[in-house]
């Protein structure tokens, strides 16, 4: 260790080469500039010129890997080194931990237009600007998948909307943006919000699949989001999501809720919730949201209904929920309040650290407002984070290769 160097022999770092070669993974080299320097120095270049051409030759796959620098503030930035030997910067460098950070090659603020001119107001123009590069996918366009698409498209993001669904009569008193013709056409709820999104002017984009997130070409353009929203009923799917936002270390924000009515004009239950899912922390699963058994029940019913009754006719199965209630209000506001969570990661304004906010939950009949421990990183998930492509895929049998529609 000098003042401005610090090396250390290759011998150190040849287990890390060699699984990287065995798991078909890229290798990351990382260092800091303690002064604050906010480029890669001569240095830098002679060491890496030295060092990629041999990861290369060990590897053998073609695949590229990487060189980053962090600075004191926390920023980093990076390059990819392939195969090739050309080097480029990384586009972005981004962060899934409590606070949600995003480091662009390109730090030029885009102008505030008039359209988001009270946004910029409350949050500042650089989370303005941050939130019109990132592509945001959403899983489920109808009660609380609407409100969520209408505030993010509102917000100026660009959105990757899935949902397999179309529009009925039973879902208009309940799907922002959807009319009474929606529903008699049989329109897809994404092609609602595509067609209306553009008319905010808000420069928001929306790219729509009219399908599931089981379909493997839908799980592979969510595995390129940077934020990824599930607004799912489906235990399937929302374990589905919680694989992609650990393997492709991406945030993960669950929205649910559930209503029970007692048949006779009275209400049971009101609750809703939040889940903010870091990769390498607690799951869906460990959380006990569901367990492995409710999730292979309702695997069964999607793809062996008559083995399903059957089991479930002799015992061994307790049932999957079926359609439940539900109010336009109530999805709103627990929409709205995950929207917010994704807003103070991203723009930090809480007097509380983030870490604490990992799990909200909502019981409005009891006007409660709830935060329980998210408990210990899950062990099926947390030694998948940023595992990234896997053969199966996401290490299960959940998602099929089926072409959206």
Known sequence: RHEYRITWPVELVQHLIAEAAEKHMGVLKIHSHPGGFDQFSEVDDRSDSELFPSIHTWTEDGFPHASAVMLPCGRIFGRVHPASGAWHALDRVAVAGDDILFFDHDQRLEEVTEDQ????????????????????????????????????????????????????RKNLNRIVETVLKDAESGRPKVEVFAERAPGFGTHSTVEPYIASALDREVADRLAECDVIFGCVDSLEGRDVLNRIATFYTIPFFDVGVLLRA???????????????????GSSLLSRGVYTPEDLAAETLKRTDPEQYEAQRKEGYIRGVRTESPAVISINGLIASAAVNEFLARIHRFRLEQNCGQRWQLFDLINCAWTHPSDGRPCPLLAKRAGRGDLVPFLDCNLVTEARYA
């Open 117 to 168: 001119l009270r946004t910029a107001q409350a949050f500042g123009p650089g989370t303005v600007s941050r939130i019109r590069r990132l592509t945001i996918g959403v899983v489920g366009a109808s009660g609380t998948g609407g409100w969520v698409i209408e505030q993010l498209a509102r917000l100026g993001a660009r959105l990757v909307l899935v949902d397999h669904d179309r529009v009925e």
């Open 262 to 280: 007692d048949g006779k004009g009275g209400v049971n239950t009101i609750c809703g919730s939040v889940h903010y899912l870091v990769p390498g």
